[in-house]
C-alpha cells in the first residue's frame, strides 16, 4: 500500500500501511576531507551528500563531515540541476556553494559532481550484431553502455542485468561495461519491483543467522504478562494484508469511552544487538510494492509469531486509554499482555457492518470531533492503486477508496502513538519521536504569494497554525481551484523525520508524537517499545544504553531508509503505469499540471493518475519566464501561462516502461493554456 507520491509528513495522517488522504557514516576516497565546520555555521562552499528529497523532489543535503558533538547538522535544500542535467540522487557527493536560509538550513548550489560514474549499472541487456549494449534504468543515466566481447555473462535479449563499468583509457563515445549477474527478463511480473529494489540498494536476503533465530522462536508464555485474551479485540487490515501488528477494542465507560489499542511484542523477539535486530535496523522499515514486500523482518516472524492471528494466543504491549465525551484523552495505561484476536476484519467488512461495533465508531466519532477541534492539516490528495494479473500486467489504475473504517483505526493508532510519547516523558525515558517541522520560511512565503494572486490570505506572522491552512482546504473544498490549492499546499510542507529531540508534530498540531503501533514495519516502533519496556520494567529487554547513545545515528539512519522506500515505491508505480501507458501512445487525454519548473511542466493525467513531463522545448516557441512563488511559466511573446493544477489536454508522445518515463505534448488552445489578464 503505498504513499501519495508527495506526502509531506511521510504518513503521519495514516499511523499504519491504509490509504492516505491526503546516518550512514560513509569514507570519502579520493577526496580530502574538508575541516569540520563550527557549530551552526557552514562555509560558502562543501562537499555535501544528498540524502534524499523533499516534497518538491528537489534534492536535501547534509555537510559529508560533521561533529556529532555540535548537535543535528544543518540541513541543506539543494536548489535543482540546470536544464538537461541529471537530478542528483540520494548517496551522491557534490561541491555545492551554500547560502543561510535561517537557523539549522541553508540552500545549496552545485558547483562540482564528485563523480558522475555509478559503480554498478542496472539495466536491460540489448544484443547488437556488432556489438552489444545496456539500457540504463535509471532515467537519470541517459546514455547506453558498450558490453565488450566476452562481458556478457551469459546474458539474453531483454533480461535485467547487473554490470560494472570498466577502465576506459579515454575512449570515446559510449562507456565500457561488463554484466556481473542476470536478474530476470524484463517481462516478468516481478521485474518492475526487481528494477526499483536494486536501483536504490534495498536489501532483500536476511543473514542465515537471522532467519536462524525467527525460524527457531516459540510462542510467547503468559508469565507475568496481563492476560487480554477475554477480551474481544479485533484487527482491521486491507483485504490482502497477511501481517496483523495491531488489534483495537473499545467499550463505554461513563460519559466517554474505554479504548484498547495491542501491538504485536516483536521486542520480545528481537533482542538488542541480535542478528534479527541488526538485519532490522539496516532495513529501518518494510517496503511496499504492488506485487509484493519486502519485509523488515523474516516471515516466520511478520506473518508468524508476531502476527496477531484470530483464536491464537500472541504477546502484546497494549496501552488502555480512556477519553470523553468530547474525544480528549483523560488517562492511559501501558503494559505487556498476552492477546487472543476475536476476528480479522478488512475495511471494507468493517465499513458495510457499522452496526456490529457500535462502540468503535462511537469512539471513533468523539476522537474526530477532537481532531477537528485541535486543528489538524486534512489535505484531500486522490490515490490510485495499481491492479495487476498473475502476469503481471497491468489491469487497471483504480481510485483507491477512503472509507471511515480507514479512519477509524487512523485515529485509534494517532492516540496511542500520543500516548506512547506523553508516557516516555513522564519516565524520563529517551524516546524517538516523529517530528515534523513547520513549512521554511521560503516556502511559507510563495504560499502566501500564491493564495495571495487567489484572493486567499493567511494570518501575519512568520508562523502558522495548522487549523490557519485547514481553514483555507475547507473554505475552498466545493471551489474549481480546490486541487489546486491542495497540491500548493501539499508542496509547502517539510518532511517528517525521526529524532531524539521533539519539535512537536505539525501537520498532526501535536507538541509529542511517537511511532509505536507498527513495529513489525518500522525499526522507528520497535525502539519506542523497547523505551517503554525498560521505563516501566516490564522485563529485561527493554532500551540498552548503547541504544540510547546511538539515537542521533539511528534517527538519521532510518530516516534515510524512510525515504529511500518512498522513492523506490513510487518508482514502481511510474513503472507500471508507463507499461499501461505505453500502447496508448500518440492517444489525447485531460489532465491536470502537477509541477511548474524552468525546465518544463509535469502533467497527472485525470483518470490513471500517470505522470509525466512537457519538456520546455514542446512549448511554443517563445521565452518563457518561471515564477516559483506562483508556480506558472509565461510566454513573454505568446502571453502564453501555465500554471500549477491547471486542466490541459495532452498527447502521449513517449512511454518508456524501462525507466517509468512519459512525455507528453501539451495542445494550446483551451482549456490547455490561458493569457494573464492585463493589470
Same mark, same amino acid.
Request: charged share 25%; glycine share 8%.
Given at each position: 500500500? &503505498? =504513499?501519495? =507520491?508527495?506526502?509531506?509528513?511521510?504518513?503521519?495522517?495514516?499511523?499504519?500501511?491504509?490509504?492516505?488522504?491526503?546516518?550512514?557514516?560513509?569514507?570519502?576516497?579520493?577526496?580530502?576531507?574538508?575541516?569540520?565546520?563550527?557549530?551552526?555555521?557552514?562555509?560558502?562552499? $562543501?562537499?555535501?551528500?544528498?540524502?534524499?528529497? %523533499?516534497?518538491?523532489?528537489?534534492?536535501?543535503?547534509?555537510?559529508?563531515?560533521?561533529?556529532?558533538?555540535?548537535?543535528? =547538522?544543518?540541513?541543506?535544500?539543494?536548489?535543482?540541476?540546470?536544464?538537461?542535467?541529471?537530478? &542528483?540522487?540520494?548517496?551522491?557527493?557534490?561541491? $555545492?556553494?551554500?547560502?543561510?536560509?535561517?537557523?539549522?538550513?541553508?540552500?545549496?548550489?552545485?558547483?562540482?559532481?564528485?563523480?558522475?560514474?555509478?559503480?554498478?549499472? !542496472?539495466?536491460?541487456?540489448?544484443?547488437?550484431?556488432?556489438?552489444?549494449?545496456?539500457?540504463?534504468?535509471?532515467?537519470?543515466?541517459?546514455? @547506453?553502455?558498450?558490453?565488450?566481447?566476452?562481458?556478457?555473462?551469459?546474458?539474453?535479449?531483454?533480461?535485467?542485468?547487473?554490470?560494472?563499468? &570498466?577502465?576506459?583509457?579515454?575512449?570515446?563515445?559510449?562507456?565500457?561495461?561488463?554484466?556481473?549477474?542476470?536478474?530476470?527478463?524484463?517481462?516478468?511480473?516481478?521485474?518492475?519491483?526487481?528494477?526499483?529494489?536494486?536501483?536504490?540498494?534495498?536489501?532483500?536476503?536476511?543473514?542465515?543467522?537471522?532467519?536462524?533465530?525467527?525460524?527457531?522462536?516459540?510462542?510467547?508464555?503468559?508469565?507475568?504478562?496481563?492476560?487480554?485474551?477475554?477480551?474481544?479485540?479485533?484487527?482491521?487490515?486491507?483485504?490482502? #494484508?497477511?501481517?496483523?501488528?495491531? #488489534?483495537? *477494542?473499545?467499550?463505554?465507560?461513563?460519559?466517554?469511552?474505554?479504548?484498547?489499542?495491542?501491538?504485536?511484542?516483536?521486542?520480545?523477539?528481537?533482542?538488542? %544487538?541480535?542478528?534479527?535486530?541488526?538485519?532490522?535496523?539496516?532495513?529501518?522499515?518494510?517496503?511496499?510494492?504492488?506485487?509484493?514486500?519486502?519485509?523488515?523482518?523474516?516471515?516466520?516472524?511478520?506473518?508468524?509469531?508476531?502476527?496477531?492471528?484470530?483464536?491464537?494466543?500472541?504477546?502484546?504491549?497494549?496501552?488502555?486509554?480512556?477519553?470523553?465525551?468530547?474525544?480528549?484523552?483523560?488517562?492511559?495505561?501501558?503494559?505487556?499482555?498476552?492477546?487472543?484476536?476475536?476476528?480479522?476484519?478488512?475495511?471494507?467488512?468493517?465499513? #458495510?457492518? +457499522?452496526?456490529?461495533?457500535?462502540?468503535?465508531?462511537?469512539?471513533?466519532?468523539?476522537?474526530?470531533?477532537?481532531?477537528?477541534?485541535?486543528?489538524? !492539516? /486534512?489535505?484531500?490528495?486522490?490515490?490510485?492503486?495499481?491492479? &495487476?494479473? @498473475?502476469?503481471?500486467?497491468? !489491469?487497471?489504475?483504480?481510485?483507491?477508496?477512503?472509507? /471511515?473504517?480507514?479512519?477509524?483505526?487512523?485515529? *485509534?493508532?494517532?492516540?496511542?502513538?500520543?500516548?506512547?510519547?506523553?508516557?516516555?516523558?513522564?519516565?524520563?525515558?529517551?524516546?524517538?519521536?516523529?517530528?515534523?517541522?513547520?513549512?521554511? @520560511?521560503?516556502?511559507?512565503?510563495?504560499?502566501?504569494?500564491?493564495?495571495?494572486?487567489?484572493?486567499?490570505?493567511?494570518?501575519?506572522?512568520?508562523?502558522?497554525?495548522?487549523?490557519?491552512? %485547514?481553514?483555507?482546504?475547507?473554505?475552498?473544498?466545493?471551489?474549481?481551484?480546490?486541487?489546486?490549492?491542495?497540491?500548493?499546499?501539499?508542496?509547502?510542507?517539510?518532511?517528517?523525520?525521526?529524532?531524539? %529531540?521533539?519539535?512537536?508534530?505539525?501537520?498532526?498540531?501535536?507538541?509529542?508524537? $511517537?511511532?509505536?503501533?507498527?513495529?513489525?514495519?518500522?525499526?522507528?516502533?520497535?525502539?519506542?517499545?523497547?523505551?517503554?519496556?525498560?521505563?516501566?520494567?516490564?522485563?529485561?529487554?527493554?532500551?540498552?544504553?548503547?541504544?540510547?547513545?546511538?539515537?542521533?545515528?539511528?534517527?538519521?539512519?532510518?530516516?534515510?531508509?524512510?525515504?529511500?522506500? +518512498?522513492? $523506490?515505491?513510487?518508482?514502481?508505480?511510474?513503472?507500471?503505469?508507463?507499461?499501461?501507458?505505453?500502447?496508448?501512445?500518440?492517444?489525447?487525454?485531460?489532465?491536470?499540471?502537477?509541477?511548474?519548473?524552468?525546465?518544463?511542466?509535469?502533467?497527472?493525467?485525470?483518470?490513471?493518475?500517470?505522470?509525466?513531463?512537457?519538456?520546455?522545448?514542446?512549448?511554443?516557441?517563445? *521565452?518563457?519566464?518561471?515564477?516559483?512563488?506562483?508556480?506558472?511559466?509565461?510566454?513573454?511573446?505568446?502571453?502564453?501561462?501555465?500554471?500549477?493544477?491547471?486542466?490541459?489536454?495532452?498527447?502521449?508522445?513517449?512511454?518508456?516502461?524501462?525507466?517509468?518515463?512519459?512525455?507528453?505534448?501539451?495542445?494550446?488552445?483551451?482549456?490547455?493554456?490561458?493569457?494573464?489578464?492585463?493589470?
Amino acid at each position: 500500500m &503505498l =504513499p501519495h =507520491p508527495a506526502l509531506a509528513w511521510g504518513g503521519e495522517l495514516m499511523a499504519k500501511k491504509i490509504p492516505r488522504r491526503g546516518k550512514v557514516k560513509d569514507r570519502d576516497r579520493g577526496h580530502k576531507s574538508p575541516p569540520r565546520h563550527r557549530a551552526g555555521k557552514l562555509p560558502e562552499t $562543501a562537499i555535501v551528500r544528498i540524502t534524499g528529497t %523533499d516534497s518538491d523532489g528537489d534534492a536535501l543535503a547534509r555537510p559529508v563531515t560533521w561533529d556529532q558533538d555540535q548537535g543535528p =547538522p544543518p540541513i541543506i535544500h539543494m536548489r535543482p540541476e540546470q536544464p538537461g542535467r541529471p537530478a &542528483l540522487a540520494p548517496g551522491e557527493r557534490v561541491l $555545492a556553494r551554500l547560502t543561510p536560509d535561517g537557523p539549522g538550513h541553508y540552500l545549496g548550489r552545485t558547483m562540482k559532481r564528485i563523480s558522475e560514474t555509478p559503480t554498478r549499472i !542496472l539495466g536491460v541487456f540489448k544484443p547488437g550484431r556488432y556489438e552489444h549494449r545496456i539500457v540504463p534504468t535509471d532515467r537519470r543515466f541517459k546514455a @547506453e553502455w558498450i558490453v565488450p566481447p566476452g562481458g556478457e555473462n551469459g546474458a539474453k535479449e531483454g533480461e535485467i542485468v547487473l554490470a560494472e563499468p &570498466l577502465p576506459d583509457h579515454h575512449r570515446l563515445g559510449l562507456k565500457p561495461a561488463r554484466i556481473v549477474e542476470v536478474l530476470g527478463h524484463m517481462g516478468d511480473a516481478r521485474s518492475v519491483s526487481l528494477i526499483c529494489i536494486h536501483t536504490h540498494d534495498i536489501p532483500t536476503e536476511f543473514p542465515a543467522d537471522a532467519v536462524h533465530e525467527a525460524e527457531t522462536a516459540v510462542a510467547v508464555p503468559l508469565g507475568d504478562r496481563t492476560d487480554l485474551r477475554t477480551i474481544p479485540l479485533i484487527t482491521i487490515d486491507g483485504e490482502d #494484508a497477511r501481517d496483523f501488528d495491531d #488489534a483495537v *477494542f473499545a467499550e463505554p465507560d461513563g460519559a466517554g469511552y474505554r479504548l484498547i489499542v495491542a501491538i504485536a511484542d516483536v521486542a520480545h523477539y528481537v533482542p538488542t %544487538d541480535s542478528a534479527l535486530d541488526r538485519s532490522a535496523r539496516t532495513r529501518g522499515n518494510s517496503v511496499y510494492f504492488p506485487d509484493r514486500v519486502v519485509p523488515m523482518l523474516p516471515e516466520a516472524l511478520s506473518n508468524g509469531w508476531c502476527s496477531l492471528r484470530p483464536d491464537e494466543d500472541r504477546g502484546c504491549l497494549f496501552v488502555e486509554m480512556h477519553i470523553g465525551a468530547d474525544g480528549r484523552k483523560t488517562r492511559h495505561r501501558f503494559g505487556r499482555g498476552l492477546m487472543r484476536s476475536a476476528a480479522r476484519m478488512t475495511y471494507e467488512a468493517v465499513e #458495510a457492518q +457499522q452496526d456490529r461495533f457500535p462502540h468503535l465508531y462511537a469512539a471513533y466519532r468523539a476522537l474526530i470531533a477532537e481532531r477537528t477541534r485541535r486543528g489538524t !492539516l /486534512d489535505l484531500d490528495l486522490p490515490e490510485r492503486k495499481v491492479v &495487476l494479473s @498473475e502476469q503481471g500486467q497491468v !489491469l487497471a489504475v483504480a481510485p483507491r477508496p477512503r472509507l /471511515d473504517s480507514h479512519r477509524l483505526i487512523e485515529e *485509534f493508532m494517532v492516540l496511542a502513538n500520543v500516548a506512547a510519547a506523553e508516557e516516555l516523558e513522564r519516565l524520563h525515558q529517551s524516546c524517538m519521536y516523529r517530528v515534523h517541522p513547520p513549512p521554511t @520560511e521560503e516556502k511559507l512565503a510563495n504560499l502566501r504569494t500564491f493564495l495571495s494572486a487567489l484572493g486567499i490570505s493567511l494570518p501575519p506572522g512568520d508562523q502558522v497554525h495548522p487549523r490557519d491552512l %485547514d481553514h483555507v482546504l475547507r473554505m475552498v473544498a466545493d471551489a474549481p481551484e480546490a486541487p489546486m490549492i491542495n497540491e500548493v499546499m501539499l508542496r509547502s510542507q517539510s518532511q517528517a523525520a525521526y529524532s531524539p %529531540d521533539n519539535i512537536g508534530h505539525f501537520g498532526l498540531a501535536l507538541t509529542r508524537y $511517537a511511532h509505536f503501533t507498527s513495529p513489525i514495519r518500522r525499526y522507528a516502533d520497535l525502539l519506542v517499545h523497547r523505551a517503554l519496556i525498560a521505563g516501566l520494567r516490564l522485563g529485561t529487554d527493554g532500551l540498552q544504553p548503547a541504544e540510547v547513545a546511538a539515537f542521533p545515528d539511528t534517527a538519521e539512519h532510518i530516516t534515510g531508509t524512510e525515504r529511500r522506500a +518512498q522513492l $523506490a515505491e513510487r518508482d514502481a508505480v511510474d513503472r507500471y503505469l508507463a507499461a499501461f501507458m505505453a500502447e496508448k501512445v500518440g492517444e489525447r487525454f485531460e489532465g491536470r499540471i502537477s509541477g511548474v519548473t524552468r525546465f518544463g511542466l509535469f502533467v497527472t493525467i485525470s483518470d490513471s493518475g500517470a505522470s509525466g513531463i512537457v519538456p520546455i522545448s514542446s512549448l511554443p516557441d517563445d *521565452f518563457w519566464q518561471h515564477d516559483e512563488g506562483e508556480q506558472t511559466l509565461t510566454g513573454r511573446r505568446t502571453r502564453l501561462v501555465f500554471k500549477l493544477a491547471q486542466d490541459v489536454e495532452v498527447r502521449l508522445k513517449e512511454a518508456t516502461p524501462v525507466t517509468g518515463g512519459l512525455v507528453f505534448h501539451i495542445m494550446q488552445g483551451t482549456p490547455s493554456g490561458s493569457r494573464p489578464r492585463r493589470r
